[in-house]
């Protein structure tokens, strides 16, 4: 088979790829190639220069390169950074070269007397194409020059950008050739002049228009115009609806509308009606609706599926085949209806999450939006399973939204809507989607000042939900009714594992309740009762429900009020109980004591395997006493002595447990005044241990030589990953 040189191909397959290229890599690259190809650019009669992309002497010199008849675009701009007398210079580039074949001619950042200046030098120019970026003020000027011109030309495309109220200072052409019209904004009246005087005109780009006095009756149409785009505007219906019955013939319609008109805006019966009655040659239809919603009421509480399914009929997705999507976008202080239809795409780094509602089936997709890492212009929506809507000032009223969505969505499986406002009725709405909710398995609605009316509504949703694994409810001003509410739903609930209800206060009464419920509970496998006040009185509950309970494996107690004496209950119970797993006992000022009690209970506990003691009150006698039980024990794999007092004398007690026990793996001992001499006593024990992977030693005043006992030791304890001596952990490999 014959090998095809490059150089071989017909010029105007070259010209076509010189198409795609800039002029740059034209002039200074291909044409110096060689020979043949110098020759393939000096025939190219296509090039669309911008001069804004270069410096004056690069303008020059591509100028002095191309000859001008090979030129069919020019970009210019009067804001040229390195020509103080801009308008000369294109004047000047107009007068000495001669562009017979100039066919668009765009400038940009001029004013009326840069304009006017330049048009007697354009005027014999063969323009089709004229682009125009208006800058200055223009409201008392007069462009009548620009007017003739437009005649003069015969231009087909016009494009006005910047010129708000254009045509109360542009006198418009009476015959008027253009077939393309772009322009900032005008009112009603101004858009049938111009129809009116451009019988040639197809295509109509406007960022808004204006519907000045009250709808007129429609007395003319315009059967030119074949398409018309509305990029930014605030209209009713009723008075798009007039715009749209002055043009029947059009083929294509893009409307980009903000509104208030919420209810005629959004119906689809409606434009079904209006576009079969007066819009009937029309075949693309793109359409994007919005309408921001800051304080709702209940006319506005609409489901998403009740807006769609006005587009679900015959006439949307089997005669147009146009494809509409429904979006409730929630952002920190405001939601956001949006109605739009497929390609146009909804680009808003401010979405916080979007909830979208398809015309081909009843599900609700809740989609988070995200950037490319390497292009920040491009945005994707990917659909989520976790929606974390935390402090997101949500109160009762903008829940409604949420919940009409989730009650057809089946992606969503963990919700969280902590530190917001949603209060009992808020809860009420939620509550009643979970009885019917097949889907979540996770609810966190923390500190949502719920309440015992709250905890009533969400009692009834708990009670037939047979999906939620996980709730989270602390915070939440629950008294001892609100309490006995949920214990009650806990009695017929089979499939809630993890029950989270810190800082609420519990009394006597409120905690007996709740144990006597978890004695026969056979699901629940965490209980978080942390910052609830519990004292001895009422951890004694607590103690005997353990002593019954074979479900749970972690309880955590943290920040109450236990001190050594109920500590003593627990560590009993322990004793007995052999399904608990994990047990958090963090700030309860239990002293030396309490840790012999709990010591006493790892002696012959064996399924403990995580103890939190942070923040305490034990000292060296204490962690003498947990040390002698680790030393036999063989379960506990996590021990957190974080802020306690155990002094150099404890650490030594614990680094002889560390050359015995063979199954703890992660040490905390962060803030205990160990000094050097008990970091050189950990260090002599981890040369033998070798089991332990994380050991935390962070602000222990051990100085320089203590780091280097233990950084030492790292030669010879393979097993160590992370080792942390300071406020950052170092972590080794």
Same mark, same amino acid.
């Given at each position: 088979?014959?090998? %095809?040189?490059?150089?071989?191909?017909?010029?105007?397959?070259?010209?076509?790829?010189?198409?795609?290229?800039?002029?740059?890599?034209?002039?200074?690259?291909?044409?110096?190639?060689?020979?043949?190809?110098?020759?393939?650019?000096?025939?190219?009669?296509?090039?669309?220069?911008?001069?804004?992309?270069?410096?004056?002497?690069?303008?020059?010199?591509?100028?002095?390169?191309?000859?001008?008849?090979?030129?069919?675009?020019?970009?210019?701009?009067?804001?040229?950074?390195?020509?103080?007398?801009?308008?000369?210079?294109?004047?000047?580039?107009?007068?000495?070269?001669?562009?017979?074949?100039?066919?668009?001619?765009?400038?940009?950042?001029?004013?009326?007397?840069?304009?006017?200046?330049?048009?007697?030098?354009? =005027?014999?120019?063969?323009?089709?194409?004229?682009?125009?970026?208006?800058?200055?003020?223009?409201?008392?000027?007069?462009?009548?020059?620009?007017?003739?011109?437009?005649?003069?030309?015969?231009?087909?495309?016009?494009?006005?950008? +910047?010129?708000?109220?254009? =045509?109360?200072?542009?006198?418009?052409?009476?015959?008027?050739?253009?077939?393309?019209?772009?322009?900032?904004?005008?009112?009603?009246?101004?858009?049938?002049?111009?129809?009116?005087?451009?019988?040639?005109?197809?295509?109509?780009?406007?960022?808004?228009?204006?519907?000045?006095?009250? =709808?007129?009756?429609?007395?003319?149409?315009?059967?030119?115009?074949?398409?018309?785009?509305?990029?930014?505007?605030?209209?009713?219906?009723?008075?798009?609806?007039?715009?749209?019955?002055?043009?029947?013939?059009?083929?294509?319609?893009?409307?980009?509308?903000?509104?208030?008109?919420?209810?005629?805006?959004?119906?689809?019966?409606?434009?079904?009606?209006?576009?079969?009655?007066?819009?009937?040659?029309?075949?693309?239809?793109?359409?994007?609706?919005?309408?921001?919603?800051?304080?709702?009421?209940?006319?506005?509480?609409?489901?998403?599926?009740?807006?769609?399914?006005?587009?679900?009929?015959?006439?949307?997705?089997?005669?147009?085949?146009?494809?509409?999507?429904?979006?409730?976008?929630?952002?920190?202080?405001?939601?956001?209806?949006?109605?739009?239809? %497929?390609?146009?795409?909804?680009?808003?780094?401010?979405?916080?999450?979007?909830?979208?509602?398809?015309?081909?089936?009843?599900?609700?997709?809740?989609?988070?939006?995200?950037?490319?890492?390497? +292009?920040?212009?491009?945005?994707?929506?990917?659909?989520?399973?976790?929606?974390?809507?935390?402090?997101?000032?949500?109160?009762?009223?903008?829940?409604?939204?949420?919940i009409d969505a989730l009650e057809n969505n089946t992606t969503i499986t963990t919700l969280t809507m902590d530190g917001n406002q949603i209060g009992a009725q808020g809860v009420q709405h939620?509550?009643?989607?979970?009885?019917?909710?097949?889907?979540?398995?996770?609810?966190?609605?923390?500190?949502?000042?719920?309440?015992?009316?709250?905890?009533?509504?969400?009692?009834?949703?708990?009670?037939?939900?047979?999906?939620?694994?996980?709730?989270?409810?602390?915070?939440?001003?629950?008294?001892?009714?609100?309490?006995?509410?949920?214990?009650?739903?806990?009695?017929?609930?089979?499939?809630?594992?993890?029950?989270?209800?810190?800082?609420?206060?519990?009394?006597?009464?409120?905690?007996?309740?709740?144990?006597?419920?978890?004695?026969?509970?056979?699901?629940?496998?965490?209980?978080?009762?942390?910052?609830?006040?519990?004292?001895?009185?009422?951890?004694?509950?607590?103690?005997n429900m353990l002593e019954d309970n074979m479900t749970l494996t972690t309880l955590s107690m943290?920040?109450?009020?236990?001190?050594?004496?109920?500590?003593?209950?627990?560590?009993?119970?322990?004793?007995?109980?052999?399904?608990?797993?994990?047990?958090?006992?963090?700030?309860?000022? %239990?002293?030396?004591?309490?840790?012999?009690?709990?010591?006493?209970?790892?002696?012959?506990?064996?399924?403990?395997?995580?103890?939190?003691?942070?923040?305490?009150?034990?000292?060296?006698?204490?962690?003498?006493?947990?040390?002698?039980?680790?030393?036999?024990?063989?379960?506990?794999?996590?021990?957190?002595?974080?802020?306690?007092?155990?002094?150099?004398?404890?650490?030594?007690?614990?680094?002889?447990?560390?050359?015995?026990?063979?199954?703890?793996?992660?040490?905390?001992?962060?803030? +205990?005044? %160990?000094?050097?001499?008990?970091?050189?006593?950990?260090?002599?024990?981890?040369?033998?241990?070798?089991?332990?992977?994380?050991?935390?030693?962070?602000?222990?005043?051990?100085?320089?030589?203590?780091?280097?006992?233990?950084?030492?030791?790292?030669?010879?304890?393979?097993?160590?990953?992370?080792?942390?001596?300071?406020?950052?952990?170092?972590?080794?490999?």
């Amino acid at each position: 088979m014959s090998s %095809i040189c490059l150089l071989d191909f017909p010029v105007e397959i070259f010209h076509r790829i010189f198409d795609y290229l800039d002029t740059r890599t034209i002039i200074r690259s291909l044409r110096c190639v060689c020979r043949q190809l110098n020759g393939i650019v000096s025939i190219y009669n296509r090039y669309e220069i911008d001069l804004t992309l270069f410096t004056k002497v690069q303008c020059e010199f591509i100028l002095q390169s191309i000859r001008c008849e090979n030129i069919i675009s020019l970009i210019f701009s009067a804001d040229f950074k390195e020509q103080s007398d801009k308008t000369d210079y294109l004047l000047t580039i107009l007068n000495i070269q001669q562009f017979p074949c100039l066919r668009s001619l765009t400038l940009l950042h001029v004013n009326k007397n840069e304009l006017d200046r330049f048009l007697p030098y354009m =005027i014999n120019l063969p323009l089709i194409s004229l682009s125009i970026q208006l800058s200055g003020p223009f409201q008392t000027a007069s462009l009548s020059s620009l007017s003739t011109a437009i005649t003069q030309w015969k231009l087909r495309k016009l494009h006005i950008f +910047n010129g708000y109220n254009l =045509i109360q200072i542009l006198p418009w052409p009476v015959d008027c050739n253009l077939n393309h019209l772009t322009i900032t904004s005008c009112t009603d009246q101004e858009y049938r002049s111009i129809l009116e005087h451009s019988p040639f005109l197809r295509t109509f780009v406007m960022e808004y228009c204006l519907v000045i006095n009250t =709808i007129p009756s429609v007395k003319s149409t315009y059967l030119q115009l074949t398409s018309l785009v509305m990029n930014y505007s605030s209209l009713s219906f009723g008075q798009l609806n007039y715009l749209l019955s002055l043009t029947p013939s059009l083929v294509h319609l893009k409307l980009i509308n903000h509104t208030d008109h919420f209810s005629s805006l959004f119906d689809g019966n409606r434009w079904e009606e209006l576009i079969q009655s007066k819009l009937r040659l029309l075949k693309n239809f793109q359409f994007c609706f919005r309408h921001t919603i800051r304080k709702l009421c209940s006319t506005f509480c609409t489901n998403l599926h009740s807006i769609i399914q006005q587009y679900r009929t015959p006439f949307w997705l089997d005669i147009k085949r146009w494809f509409v999507i429904a979006d409730c976008i929630m952002r920190s202080s405001s939601c956001e209806i949006i109605l739009y239809t %497929i390609p146009i795409t909804i680009g808003d780094f401010n979405i916080l999450i979007r909830c979208k509602a398809f015309p081909i089936n009843d599900l609700c997709y809740f989609t988070k939006n995200f950037s490319n890492e390497n +292009n920040p212009d491009i945005q994707e929506d990917k659909t989520i399973v976790t929606l974390n809507l935390n402090i997101n000032s949500i109160e009762q009223e903008g829940l409604q939204y949420l919940i009409d969505a989730l009650e057809n969505n089946t992606t969503i499986t963990t919700l969280t809507m902590d530190g917001n406002q949603i209060g009992a009725q808020g809860v009420q709405h939620l509550a009643e989607s979970l009885q019917n909710n097949t889907t979540i398995m996770t609810l966190s609605v923390r500190g949502n000042q719920i309440g015992d009316e709250g905890a009533r509504h969400l009692s009834y949703g708990l009670r037939n939900n047979r999906t939620l694994t996980t709730l989270r409810i602390s915070r939440n001003q629950f008294g001892d009714e609100g309490l006995q509410h949920l214990t009650n739903a806990l009695q017929h609930n089979t499939t809630l594992t993890i029950f989270d209800y810190e800082d609420n206060h519990i009394s006597n009464d409120g905690i007996q309740h709740l144990c006597d419920v978890l004695r026969k509970d056979t699901s629940l496998h965490t209980l978080e009762l942390g910052s609830n006040q519990i004292d001895v009185s009422k951890v004694q509950h607590l103690a005997n429900m353990l002593e019954d309970n074979m479900t749970l494996t972690t309880l955590s107690m943290r920040d109450n009020e236990l001190s050594s004496n109920g500590t003593e209950y627990l560590a009993n119970a322990l004793q007995k109980n052999t399904t608990l797993r994990i047990l958090n006992l963090r700030l309860n000022h %239990i002293d030396d004591n309490g840790a012999e009690y709990l010591a006493n209970a790892l002696m012959t506990n064996t399924t403990l395997t995580t103890l939190y003691l942070w923040n305490n009150q034990i000292r060296s006698t204490g962690a003498r006493c947990l040390a002698d039980a680790l030393q036999n024990n063989t379960t506990v794999i996590t021990l957190d002595l974080g802020r306690n007092q155990i002094g150099t004398a404890g650490t030594k007690y614990l680094a002889d447990m560390l050359r015995i026990n063979s199954t703890l793996t992660t040490l905390s001992l962060w803030d +205990n005044e %160990i000094k050097v001499k008990g970091a050189e006593y950990l260090a002599a024990a981890l040369k033998t241990n070798k089991t332990l992977t994380t050991l935390d030693m962070g602000f222990n005043q051990i100085g320089d030589n203590g780091e280097q006992y233990l950084l030492d030791t790292l030669h010879t304890h393979k097993t160590l990953i992370t080792l942390n001596l300071g406020n950052n952990p170092l972590i080794f490999t």
